[in-house]
DNA sequence: CCCTGATTCGC
DNA sequence: GCGAATCAGG
């Protein structure tokens, strides 16, 4: 069956059904790719091809750091791949070992006026100082109390830009957060893109899940 | 587990 | 040149 890309072109094999990359795929391609669109989500569009097909691509026509911020990375990674040689291989030589992973634990004090953006481009900054619940306590557990005041200065912004769904809108890929009291109208559940394996955004993950540390003893 | 891009290497 | 497989990171 034919089907229509979403410029509404009909999409085309190439005789021999292959996709190339004709001048005007490649035009997307780097079209998108300027965008800061996803790999995927250039091949998507493209159809016809992976995402290692574009990436792949990417890299021979040279345009690969997109140009900006965003994710840069920082140096290539040497990540050579074991060769099989066929002459005999020596019992097992453990290669690498991990680097140690010297970790600092945390400075409670330094805050740093820093502009983020959480996924939604949004930008959460101050606020930090009005954290705390005003009315009503929140919800369900964590009843935050040790949990970072970043973490909680993010949620409250957050659920200000919730999507603010019902329990029926919930999906795999929506932030299951309630918010308010579910006796009461005034009940919601976060409803952001998940972050990935959670059932919870970014900033309720946050809050959600503790190290299981700091919870300990809250005289209450 | 989901996703990113980066690299290698047989085709 | 191409892109699957793989790697490395979030």
Redesign the pocket.
Same mark, same amino acid.
């Given at each position: 069956m034919a089907w229509r890309d979403p410029k509404g072109c009909l999409a085309r094999e190439t005789e021999g059904s292959?996709?190339?990359?004709t001048d005007e795929r490649?035009e997307t391609l780097k079209k998108m790719?300027g965008d800061?669109?996803? @790999?995927?989500?250039?091949a998507k569009e493209l159809g016809?091809?992976?995402?290692?097909?574009?990436?792949?691509?990417?890299?021979?026509?040279g345009l690969?750091?997109?140009a900006g911020t965003g994710?840069a990375?920082p @140096?290539?990674?040497? @990540?050579?791949?074991?060769?099989p040689s066929e002459t005999v291989e020596a019992p097992s030589a453990k290669p690498v070992s991990k680097p140690a992973p010297k970790a600092k634990p945390s400075m409670a004090v330094a805050i740093k006026e820093e502009l983020e953006l959480d996924e939604n481009g949004i930008p959460i900054s101050a606020a930090r100082r009005a954290i705390i619940p005003a009315g009503q306590p929140l919800p369900p557990q964590p009843s935050a109390n040790e949990i970072s005041p970043e973490a909680l200065a993010k949620v409250n912004e957050v659920e200000k830009t919730a999507k603010r769904l019902t329990l029926m809108e919930l999906t795999e890929k929506t932030c299951k957060w309630p918010v308010g009291d579910p006796a009461t109208e005034d009940f919601w559940f976060c409803g952001l893109p998940v972050?990935?394996?959670?059932p919870y955004c970014e900033a309720h993950v946050g809050v959600a899940f503790q190290p299981m540390s700091a919870r300990r003893d809250r005289r209450r």
């Open positions: 292959h996709m190339s990359w490649v790719w800061g669109q996803s @790999a995927s989500q250039i016809g091809v992976t995402r290692n097909a574009v990436i792949g691509k990417v890299h021979r026509l690969s750091n997109r994710t990375v @140096a290539a990674k040497p @990540a050579l791949k074991e060769k972050q990935q394996g959670k």
